[in-house]
């Protein structure tokens, strides 16, 4: 997986950071989530292929978390788009797109299609063979979810050396790599286990933003592999981030512990801050493995 | 007036161009007329107070021209504006921008007044005591205004050595610079002429974008100081710019002449080129003063 940071500061855009907008690259695909004000211009700068963006999550309808949304689309119309597009988002976003479409008389060229979002439980909104994309239900001033990629577990992987020794044939390699058993000419059965090494581990990646601290998502992130959780605040504006329904750096890193994540990446720093290195200094004294998010930044796991 | 253009360029904000969007400044007044997306990191950029923008102004409902709306309305709020807002646009503006708000449960702590336009005829839309601003009826695939912002003519600049030789008391000098004329205690009366110098000329500048070729804004525009007139394409594009309705360099230089416009300032620039300088050669053919409207340059008249 590769996550590309396209803005992860809150509220407003500024001459120099950007609202909440990252692509997630798994097995080939790219996952848009956010899309603050200016997160087209970011793709450009980051040079990240527009075409191959088929699917967009919004987590809520605050606006530096969709603003840029409706300049993103009609610009893949201008540039002649033909994908399909799907665009998954809290009930409304459909509405406020189409009504803009409309009043412009700019209907897109590609098909659109709206997945809206109202359960208050944790749901799989996207499926292939590869990839599954889970809500995770955060609790905010307005109705939001943070999203649970995971890749699929792979298949096993062939003992090469075994498999010669045994002199099975090719043909029957991706059988074997399914995990199942061979039976050789003269009759003896080969055991799956002594063909094949366990795949590799399947990745998974939680992004949450914006939340206020709530424990009631452990159960839904047990064990990911990265945890993007907003920090929009540090530990002295604690009651600030509880009246506003966001978190502080040291809450993110308590989710990230209790909920056993291998890492957390901070991000949605408040634009009060001059700088964001106390971010990590606040939420390592809770949790170890801390990265902090930037613009223009990105972590391959 | 100060002109400040924030963006000039066609269809999509790009790395290092962005959609229309500009700044007019009169007589301490600032009127925002359009606003793209990324149109308030351009404010930044070029240091412009937000709040002294009390009106904008939106030409038509095509994303290049508002996109960046919302999005400055909510970052007005979030910075605690108190100061009332007008908009001036399409009907359809307030639709767009209210169903946004109410969504994002984020209305605004000032009040938002909406100016919505529907007329083909050109009307006055703002007057105060210094300026007026009316509609330019344009032709383009969706309704579209341009804008006429106008000085009003100013007091008559009183003549000092006139008035000390006539040794007229200061109390009168108000009356004499509204145009009265003065009797004398000796019961003389002087006329106005020769107590006072004609006021500065009332200055004048036209914002047409976007549009077709159309001699019909001619008589509205008629002697203005500075016309702004876009110039999508340049001639080798004549016929794409008619499909699309827009303009060519050549026409815009066109409609300055035979609207004897002192200055023409050219603008909305397709991204197809890869400079802007042939606009001002080919419209250089046709009329004599032409400028090239860039994002982050201004202009003084």
């Given at each position: 997986m590769k996550l590309t940071i396209l803005g992860c500061y809150a509220a407003t855009p500024r001459t120099l950071t950007n609202p909440t907008s990252q692509v997630l690259e798994i097995k080939n695909r790219l996952f848009l989530i956010d899309c603050g004000e200016g997160t087209q211009v970011q793709l450009r700068k980051n040079k990240l292929?527009?075409?191959?963006?088929n699917h967009v999550f919004i987590s809520h309808l605050h606006g530096d978390h969709f603003f840029g949304l409706v300049g993103l689309i009609s610009t893949f119309a201008l540039l002649g788009r033909t994908n399909d597009l799907h665009i998954y988002g809290p009930k409304g976003v459909k509405e406020i797109i189409n009504l803009q479409l409309r009043l412009s008389n700019s209907w897109t060229n590609y098909q659109l299609f709206f997945h809206e979002l109202e359960s208050k439980q944790s749901e799989i909104i996207f499926e292939d063979e590869k990839v599954i994309v889970k809500t995770i239900p955060l609790k905010h001033r307005v109705y939001t979810n943070g999203f649970l990629f995971q890749e699929k577990i792979g298949e096993r992987k062939l003992d090469l050396n075994a498999v010669q020794d045994f002199e099975i044939?090719?043909?029957?390699y991706q059988n074997i790599k399914n995990g199942k058993d061979i039976t050789l000419d003269d009759g003896r059965v080969i055991a799956n286990s002594k063909l094949t090494f366990d795949p590799d581990p399947a990745l998974s990646y939680a992004f949450c933003s914006d939340?206020?601290?709530?424990?009631?998502?452990i159960p839904i992130i047990?064990?990911?592999?990265v945890l993007y959780h907003?920090?929009?605040?540090l530990d002295s504006e604690e009651s600030l981030a509880s009246k506003t329904m966001h978190s502080t750096a040291k809450e993110a890193a308590r989710i990230a512990l209790k909920a056993n994540a291998q890492q957390l990446i901070l991000g949605h720093y408040?634009?009060?801050?001059?700088?964001?290195?106390l971010f990590k200094e606040e939420a390592e004294t809770i949790f170890k493995e801390v990265e902090l998010a930037d613009d223009g930044k990105s972590f391959e796991f």
């Open positions: 292929k527009f075409s191959k963006i044939d090719t043909c029957y939340t206020k601290y709530n424990e009631d998502i047990e064990n990911v592999s907003e920090s929009t605040f408040s634009t009060r801050y001059d700088g964001i290195e």
